[in-house]
């Protein structure tokens, strides 16, 4: 059972969330996963007998390291929480609570990159033909995968969209980003159909079946804003109906999507930071990687010497 921590540490753990919060405007979600891995940090401290912040040195750091890879924790967890850690230490450090570099020559673990999973432009296409446009939760759930295959959104971002969000006369999306985060998205033209005919034709028949005002653009059939969970599970229905894996399609997936079939027709990656609210470009470049990956498999599938039709490697 891990040790209980000081209340000088305790308090210091404290002051950085309600600094990161405030500040850095950080999310609740990641302010809870900071909170869980500090805990963690905290208790390390305590187990090594440091009482106050000013007592950390960096034996304390690296073998705090040494303990989560001990515990089992992969090296991408490890990674997360050690980044918890250095941003707290770094505040302590700013408020004059910890004195000298204790990060210098800590290593941080290294975790291979997952690729992620996206669809070939054509199985995007599919599924937003599965809709059914003459319904009004058709002409929704198009509206809803128009804007998100064609403007990258976090499905979060898409379910929260308000009213006032919309400029259609210019083609734009004004959207509250992570982190409170405000960015500017443009709008395609087969969108901005969709949205017009979901606005006018299907949102107004289910604001009738509402028991209150909501100002969400995107609604359930009793008229109040859609959940993520209930758009997840119309998706994984549209991808029964497109002849696509329900395994391989979820609104993330589709926000990959945008980010490669952009990159692959040309785009430029400070342009798909921006539009998908990235605040570090490495965060966007593992799209290039995604490209490369679906060039190379469209070499291997389509060119005579490929695996694919009949040649083989060397």
């Known amino acids: 059972m891990p040790l209980e921590a000081s209340a000088e540490i305790s308090a210091g753990i404290d002051a ?21 891995d500090l805990a963690r940090f905290a208790g390390h401290l305590a187990a090594e007998g440091v009482t106050r912040p000013a007592h950390v040195e960096r034996a304390h750091v ?97 379910v929260s969209l308000p009213l006032a969000a919309i400029d259609r006369r210019a083609g734009l999306l004004r959207v509250m980003g992570k982190g409170r985060r405000e960015r500017i998205v443009p709008v395609g033209e087969a969108a901005l159909d969709a949205l017009a005919a979901w606005l006018e034709q299907g949102r107004p028949r289910l604001v009738r079946a509402a028991r209150r005002a909501c100002d969400a653009v995107f609604l ?29 399609v979820s609104p993330h997936v589709l926000r990959h999507a945008f980010a490669t079939d952009l990159l692959e027709g040309g785009a430029d990656l400070r342009a798909v930071q921006s539009m998908l609210g990235h605040v570090d470009l490495a965060t966007t470049q593992i799209y290039t990687h995604v490209s490369r990956s679906r060039l190379r498999d469209t070499v291997e599938r389509h060119h005579p010497r490929g695996a694919g039709r009949g040649g083989r490697r060397q």
């Open 16 to 36: 950085f969330l309600a600094y990161s919060a405030v500040e850095r405007g950080l999310s609740p979600n990641t302010l809870e996963a900071y909170g869980r």
């Open 220 to 248: 359930s059939n009793r008229g109040s804003a859609m959940s993520r969970q209930h758009f997840f599970e119309r998706l994984r229905g549209l991808a029964l109906r497109a002849g696509i894996p329900r395994e391989r």
């Open 62 to 158: 690296s073998g705090f390291l040494v303990r989560l890879e001990a515990e089992g924790l992969g090296a991408r967890s490890r990674a997360r929480t050690l980044v918890a850690a250095r941003c707290l230490l770094r505040h302590w450090q700013r408020e004059g609570l910890l004195s000298g570099d204790v990060l210098h020559g800590v290593p941080m673990p290294h975790a291979r990159q997952p690729l992620p999973r996206v669809l070939r432009a054509d199985e995007s296409v599919a599924l937003i033909e599965a809709t059914d446009p003459a319904t009004t939760l058709g002409l929704r759930d198009r509206a809803m995968l128009e804007v998100l295959y064609g403007c990258g959104l976090r499905v979060s971002e898409l």
